[in-house]
């Protein structure tokens, strides 16, 4: 009886053992998923936000038109717009005395290059710099209208989106002395950059909505993966803790290493001539900011729950650290007030991302309060005997 009694023992305890095995590998099956979703939704959200939001876009093209590399080449676009669509010869013939109109085809050839340094001057202008943000503006409003079916923009049958550059080409031609009348004369086109033609509308409309939909879900769904990580990995959540930092760590390098890829690819696709490779190189720059910023900012993430992870941890230095800590940490005053001010630091400064909208900012708020409060539980139970100074009485005084 005692045997089979022994047995029966045994058979429930290996049965009570068996089941771990796969909740074990359930933490980091959750993990990986994580990684794959978080890398796409980090270049979903970034499309997302550089194609749709106003502001987003505003400050891109602010930055672009200050840049010194696309001044040149939108000079350069400006002057070649000009010659091509205006006759300079004729327009100096009428201008100089009989006797010296036959010099007008070599001065006129002669005054390209000094035409361009006007030009370039001109664009370093705050206020002809307005004029191509303003234009941009107006492109990207027409753009959204038409994506998302609002205003006079509705149909992609006649609809084409172009970034229209009428008053920024006055403005510089002004400066350049080119006849009022004869720029009068010039084609829409000239002044015009062709953005999106119409044939293409209905697949972008598609793909943009489809983007939108897939940012946030996706976004959502690896913060979800994530936490069910951590909830799963019950007895081993600091090593499960430490995974998801490295995870972060991992995304944060691809996005970086997939932005470096493409600028080398897209610019040498996209730049007509050596000489432009400048420009698109600068521009690719500034539109991928946003994105090279996200990748930075989720790397620094990783590396601060890698650093959690380890001052939880059982190492020697770790322990003396949560040791030195410990009376502090008692004190929801001091540990909060501490995290406060922390906060008010990086809020201020900016460094990150998450620092500069609202949703992340909350969500950065409750995850690093969540993470003090769990420490705090961890060094009370851990350190029960150590107790916050006490200020000492001056003499003829009680003890607080």
């Known amino acids: ?13 290996n049965s009570k053992a068996k089941p771990r095995k796969p909740r074990r590998a359930l933490p980091t099956i959750l993990i990986v998923l994580a990684t794959v979703v978080g890398i796409v939704s980090v270049f979903a959200l970034w499309a997302q936000r550089q194609m749709m939001e106003q502001d987003t876009w505003s400050n891109t093209s602010q930055q672009l038109v200050e840049n010194s590399e696309i001044q040149s080449a939108l000079a350069d676009f400006l002057v070649t717009q000009i010659y091509n669509n205006v006759d300079i010869e004729q ?17 006129s050839s002669a005054l390209r290059g000094p035409a361009e340094t006007i030009a370039d001057k001109a664009l370093q202008q705050p ?16 753009f959204v209208q038409l994506i998302e079916n609002k205003g006079k923009f509705v149909s992609t049958s006649g609809g084409v ?19 009022s009348k004869a720029v009068a004369k010039l084609p829409a086109s000239a002044a015009s950059i062709e953005i999106m033609k119409s044939d293409e509308l209905s697949e972008v409309q598609t793909g943009v909505k489809a983007l939108k939909t897939a940012a946030w879900f996706l976004t959502a769904l690896t913060l979800i993966l994530f936490a069910a990580a951590i909830f799963a990995g019950r ?49 690719f720059d500034i539109i991928t900011s946003l994105l090279r910023d996200t990748g930075q900012s989720i790397l620094v993430y990783g590396i601060v729950v890698i650093l959690a992870a380890w001052f939880a941890g059982p190492s020697r230095w770790a322990v003396s650290a949560r040791r030195a800590v410990t009376p502090w940490l ?68 009680p003890a607080p």
Do not use: C
Not at 1 to 13: D, F, I, L, R
Not at 249 to 272: D, E, M, P, T, W
């Open 1 to 13: 009886m005692n045997a089979e009694a022994e047995a029966k023992t045994q058979v429930n305890e």
């Open 91 to 107: 327009s100096l013939a009428e201008r100089l005395p009989p006797e010296l109109a036959p010099i007008a085809g070599p001065v």
């Open 127 to 142: 206020k002809v710099q307005s004029l191509f943000v303003d234009a941009s503006d107006a492109t990207h409003q027409k």
């Open 161 to 179: 989106i172009t970034l229209d550059l009428q008053s920024l080409f006055t403005s510089v031609t002004d400066q350049l002395g080119v006849g």
């Open 235 to 283: 007895g081993r959540r600091r090593e499960t803790l430490r995974s998801v930092g490295i995870s972060l760590v991992f995304i944060g390098l691809v996005v970086l290493f997939a932005r470096n890829v493409a600028s080398n690819q897209i610019v040498g696709s996209l730049s007509s001539s050596a000489a432009n490779d400048a420009a698109v190189g600068s521009a």
């Open 330 to 397: 008692r004190q929801p005053q001091y540990a909060f007030g501490g995290l406060a001010l922390v906060l008010i630091v990086l809020f201020w400064w900016g460094p990150l991302v998450a620092t500069q909208r609202l949703i992340p900012s909350l969500l950065l708020i409750v995850f690093t309060a969540a993470g003090v409060e769990v420490l705090r539980r961890q060094v009370i139970k851990e350190f029960p005997d150590l107790t916050t100074p006490q200020v000492t009485a001056s003499p003829g005084q």
